[in-house]
């Protein structure tokens, strides 16, 4: 076709078969289209939900087993301390059987020892520690003084 001096297929916004030499698809509905973009939304929605259910099972289960964990772990401490105080309440009676025995059978002079001698070493102990933290901190806060007037 010719037409205003141009030679050759004429010029169509849309080609047609004639055109291209192909059989062109026809071009699905606004309709269909929104019912497919509708199921493509509607298996997302599916997918997402699912995805977030599955966490949320997963999270129930992670906090179900932190839970078991402690309290396992609370009642195996609580089990260690009763052992611990168990034992050291028989040495110390063991302790005071025999004192009281060397003692003449004196029950109540080795238990008075016995009482003695823990509550000593244990403020004995408390004075060490007390003054082993008042003496790090005291040369501590020396040393940040010393500094503090080396950069000065």
Known sequence: M?????VGPSVHPNPGPADTGRVSDPEPSTAESLRDAANEFSRAVAKTR???SIQADR???????LVLFAVLGTVAAIIAATVLVSATVLLCFGLARGIGELLGGR????????GAIILTSLFVSAWILATRIRTSS???IL????QEQMRN
């Open 2 to 6: 010719v037409s205003e001096g141009k």
């Open 50 to 52: 699912d995805y977030l």
């Open 59 to 65: 999270a129930r289960v992670l906090l179900r087993n």
């Open 107 to 114: 029950m109540w002079a080795g238990e008075l020892i016995v």
């Open 138 to 140: 005291r040369e501590r």
């Open 143 to 146: 040393r940040e003084y010393e």
